[in-house]
């Protein structure tokens, strides 16, 4: 065994961000006492200041050399190797760790956190991530690209926010490409986040739709963050409420609201009597809308306990636009955010995309007739296990219900002009509720 008779100690720093303010009391401390801060010339910039030691700077690439040189130093010195952010996270202290391990090296020796990068990004964003979420870098200097390709998928479909580190750079200016399309296949059109030189000279935040993020103005300075279908988001802060909102949203209805909805709902059992899920159906839709024209409007082809039987076993629900997916109490894919834009309405192009996601699926056309149409055509290859289509208006709506009536599908649809977001939600509340009960 090695044994270095040690006077020094050797602390493994973490800097933060970079504005100094947000260094610890143990990092500045430790900096301010070191005899040797040794790092790569970016870190050392912003910490140089504080310094009274020596300070050495040594290149990108040159890691092992500079955890080599810090241990030989730290024999009776107290050395400081700097990281930006934590050491810890995508930093230098695996491989101090690493290093000293493998060669049984005893040395005294204390890693320093930092606050990282996405600490500082999610400060600056408001809460972008609160809860669960997944963390992935881009580069692939140390892990294989399919590695990277497969964790972001895998990520992609946990459905919590993701920050990427390391999100492009001259070299590898395709990967950033491949990751954005895994993105767009997997969520869709969504809000990301661009934060670049977060708490140092350069600060940026720009919150985008995926689409309009071009891959020329991401550079090695900045991380993102791929929203969930939780996150809302301006084009300024960027939000993944901790998932209270059911709870908060019942929590916060007054005793009088619950009073009123009571009583509304016994007012509509003398007009529409029974307790079948049928009945229960129609009387949200009248509901919802204040109209009691919807006791002759709605038509159930097949019965909808089938809806309620594949949400059970777990159906996604998928949707046509965002009005549908906010009234929801459950979670849905909404199809507009799948479309890029093509010859299309955006509500059908997005149809279209998710034709393998539909296979199986509860089907809700609150707003689009055009959707509805596009269901059609793949309806037949990708079967759904049930769809809810109340689209609204005087183009085409009346038409497309009829063809959806038409297909070999259980379904629940309006006939006419009458239809829309409001009605579509109430119905597929109701089939979720139903499903959740025992
Ligand atoms: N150890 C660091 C990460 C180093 S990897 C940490 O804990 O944060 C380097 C990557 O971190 C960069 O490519 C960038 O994606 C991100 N990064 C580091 N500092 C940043 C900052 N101030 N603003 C935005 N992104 C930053």
Redo the contacts with the bound molecule.
């Keep these: 065994m090695l044994r270095l008779q040690s006077q020094g100690k050797l602390y493994v720093v ?1 800097i ?3 504005s100094k303010e947000l260094l610890t009391l143990k990092a500045y401390e430790a900096l301010k006492n070191a005899d040797v801060v040794i790092g790569h010339r970016r870190y050392i910039e912003l910490i140089k200041d504080l310094v009274k030691g020596e300070i050495i700077e040594s290149a990108m690439r040159k890691e092992l050399d500079r955890v080599k040189k810090a241990i030989e130093l730290a024999k009776d010195k107290k050395v400081c190797l700097v ?9 230098i202290a695996s491989l101090v760790e690493e290093f000293i391990a493998t060669n049984s090296i005893e040395i005294d020796y204390e890693i320093i956190p ?8 999610n400060s600056l964003l408001g809460c972008a991530v609160s809860g669960d979420h997944a963390v992935i ?1 881009l ?1 692939d200097q140390l892990v294989d690209w399919e590695k990277i390709e497969h964790r972001l998928r895998v990520m992609l479909r946990s459905d919590v926010p993701i920050a ?6 001259l070299k590898r200016a395709d990967n950033l490409k491949k990751a954005l399309e895994i993105i767009f296949s997997e969520r869709g059109n969504v809000k990301v986040a661009i ?6 000279e350069g ?1 940026e935040v720009k919150i985008k739709n995926l689409s309009e993020l071009n891959a020329e103005e991401v ?6 963050i791929i929203s969930s279908s939780e996150t809302v988001a301006t084009d300024k802060r960027m939000l993944t409420p901790r998932g209270y909102s059911m709870k908060y949203e019942v929590g916060a209805k007054t005793k009088k609201a619950i009073e009123i909805a009571e009583q509304s709902a016994e007012i509509l059992r003398n007009f529409i009597p029974g307790d079948t899920l049928k009945e229960e159906i129609v009387r949200r839709a009248v509901m919802a809308t204040g109209d009691l024209s919807y006791r002759d409007l709605i038509v159930f082809k097949g019965d909808p306990v089938e809806a309620v039987k594949a949400l059970r076993e777990g159906a996604k629900i998928i949707v046509d636009v965002e009005m549908v997916k906010a009234g929801l109490r459950a979670e849905a894919i909404s199809a507009v955010s799948f479309a890029k834009g093509s010859e299309r309405t955006r509500t059908a192009e997005g149809i279209l995309n998710l034709a393998k996601e539909i296979e199986g699926a509860i089907v809700g056309i609150g707003n689009a007739p055009s959707s509805a149409m596009a269901l059609c055509e793949i309806a037949e290859e990708h079967k759904p296990a049930f769809v809810v289509a109340t689209p609204v208006g005087f183009v085409g709506a009346s038409e497309s219900k009829e063809m959806i009536r038409k297909l070999d599908l259980p379904s629940i649809t309006t006939v006419g002009t009458k239809g829309g977001s409001g009605v579509c939600t109430a119905i597929l509340n109701c089939l979720i509720e139903h499903a959740r009960s025992d």
Excluded: F, H, V
């Design positions: 973490g933060g961000p970079g990281s930006g952010g934590d050491p810890c996270i995508y930093g930092g606050i990282t990068a996405l600490n500082a990004a870098s580069s990427i580190y390391n999100p492009s750079s934060i670049k030189n977060a708490y140092r600060e550079d090695m300075s900045t991380i993102l």
